[in-house]
């Protein structure tokens, strides 16, 4: 199975400030199609989960354009240009190059 | 815009069997390309993801689960379910069922759509 480590696994971030959250996987996400799939969603208490990005970079119909996702091979990176308040919650990258798809163990994203 | 609405107990005994159900609308389970899943999250945990399967039949689980899980689909009723046998405290989670993302002809993994969420819990 893919490991994926996410670090921090906690950031205290101040409103307005950036945000930056770091994703590693075991093994390159390179498919051999070419594609990686690599993945971003975003979890709130009480509520499933939303998908922000996916195939690394690109961002979901209605994701604000704060959320920015880059990376190649086994490192990957989501940043937040300047958090908001409704930003609060836990990220988790995943992976979807091969089965069983393996989720980070998740940052959780709070207001300093 | 496709929903999905996951029903079911939300208490199992241990050692008996999880039965979820996710009733999907505003789309159709034998529409080609998309791959449909469950996913769920433990009390104060991460995410987990349980199974998948294509429209076009292929099913996979999640090797740790892979003796005990089932995902049985009924197309004629738009739905898809979750069995999990021989549970224990440590399948009391809530779970999601979840379309995957697929745009352009390809599917790029979880969560173009997702269910609400259901709370199981095992206890006796």
């Known amino acids: 199975d893919i490991v994926m480590t996410q670090t921090p696994l906690s950031s205290p971030v101040t409103l307005g400030q950036p945000a930056s959250i770091s994703c590693r996987s075991s093994?390159?996400?390179?498919?051999?199609?070419?594609?990686?799939?690599l993945s971003w969603l975003q979890k709130r208490p009480g509520q499933p989960p939303r998908l922000l990005i996916y195939k690394i970079s690109n961002r979901l119909s209605g994701v604000p354009d704060r959320f920015s996702g880059s990376g190649a091979g086994t490192d990957f990176t989501l940043k937040i240009s300047r958090v908001e308040a409704e930003d609060v919650g836990v990220y988790y990258c995943v992976q979807a190059t091969q089965f069983p798809y393996t989720f980070g163990q998740g940052t959780k994203l709070e207001i300093k | 815009q496709v929903q999905l609405q996951e029903s079911g107990p939300g208490l199992v005994k241990p050692s008996e069997t999880l039965s979820l159900t996710c009733t999907v609308s505003?789309?159709?389970?034998?529409?080609?390309?998309?791959?449909w899943g469950w996913v769920r999250q433990p009390p104060g945990k991460g995410l987990e993801w349980l199974g998948s399967f294509s429209s076009g039949g292929r099913t996979y689980y999640s090797p740790s689960l892979e003796t005990r899980i089932t995902i049985p689909v009924d197309t004629s009723k738009n739905q898809f379910s979750l069995k999990l046998t021989s549970v224990t405290a440590a399948d009391t989670a809530v779970y999601y069922c979840?379309?995957?993302?697929?745009?352009?002809?390809?599917?790029?993994?979880?969560?173009?759509?997702w269910g609400q969420g259901t709370l199981v819990t095992v206890s006796s």
């Open positions: 093994q390159s996400l390179e498919h051999s199609n070419g594609n990686t799939y």
């Open positions: 979840a379309r995957h993302y697929c745009t352009g002809g390809n599917c790029y993994g979880l969560g173009g759509s």
């Open positions: 505003g789309g159709s389970l034998s529409s080609s390309g998309y791959y």
